[in-house]
């Protein structure tokens, strides 16, 4: 339970962290800010779509 707590803990702190570093570049330059975003998302994307495949790949099935 407490490992839980402080990974969501770690998770929300992160968070804010990007949030503040968005907003103080958007107040530098907006179109910045808003390609930091887009490449966040868009490798996130990737990411997860390796990591899915790599885990049905294991386990044979999607996951639950």
């Not at 402080?6 to 530098?28: C, K, R």
């Amino acid at each position: 339970m407490f490992k839980q707590y402080m990974e969501t803990m770690a998770g929300f702190a992160l968070i804010t962290v990007f949030l503040a570093i968005v907003v103080a570049l958007w107040n530098y330059h907006p179109l910045a800010a808003g390609a930091l975003v887009a490449a966040l998302l868009v490798g996130g994307m990737i990411f997860e779509r390796r990591y899915e495949r790599r885990w049905q790949a294991k386990h044979g099935r999607d996951r639950p």
